[in-house]
């Protein structure tokens, strides 16, 4: 069962400490869950774009490949699916850090993606606190070590 984002108390989001206004791409090609991880994420402050396939996520990043800050990836998408946009989004721009999502494990494609540099992983159906909690870690985690992919997320 998801919760409505009008679900969500606005007092809850004001007073969470996981606050942020970096970029963050959503890619989910389930309606519902974009609407509602961009809901959650924008009244966290974030600036939230969405793109409903990997192939729309791809191409972007290819036309602005600066303007994303943190990208929250399903793993598994019609088309092209999470570890396909995951080494397209890599090779357009190394240093965005990933954050993998998915209803399935984090064992298997996420474990070979964290390896590879994916930042986290976080499981669906997320929560309002853990959805912002891993981008403002995340956002943190980037900021701190600009330069380098965080290869941590993977034994945490």
């Known amino acids: 069962q998801h919760a409505e984002a009008g679900d969500i108390p606005a007092r809850a989001l004001h007073a969470a400490p996981d606050r942020g206004s970096e970029t963050v ?18 009244r966290a ?9 990997g192939q729309d996520a791809v191409d972007l990043v290819r036309g602005a490949p ?6 929250v ?13 995951f080494h397209a989004v890599r090779a357009l721009r190394p240093d965005m850090p990933v954050i993998l999502s998915s209803g399935f494990s ?12 994916a930042a986290a992983f976080t499981a669906k ?14 956002c943190d985690r980037s ?14």
């Open 25 to 42: 791409l959503i890619v989910d090609d389930e309606p519902a869950v974009l609407t509602l991880a961009a809901k959650i994420l924008t």
């Open 45 to 53: 402050g974030y600036h939230v774009i969405t793109a409903g396939s």
């Open 66 to 71: 600066h303007a994303v800050d943190v990208m």
């Open 73 to 85: 990836l399903d793993m598994v998408m019609h088309g092209m699916d999470g570890p396909q946009v």
């Open 106 to 117: 984090a064992h298997g494609a996420a474990e070979d993606l964290l390896a590879a540099g």
């Open 125 to 138: 159906p997320y929560t309002t606190q853990e959805l912002c909690r891993v981008v403002r870690e995340t």
């Open 143 to 156: 900021a701190r070590h600009p330069a380098r992919r965080s290869h941590s997320a993977a034994s945490e």
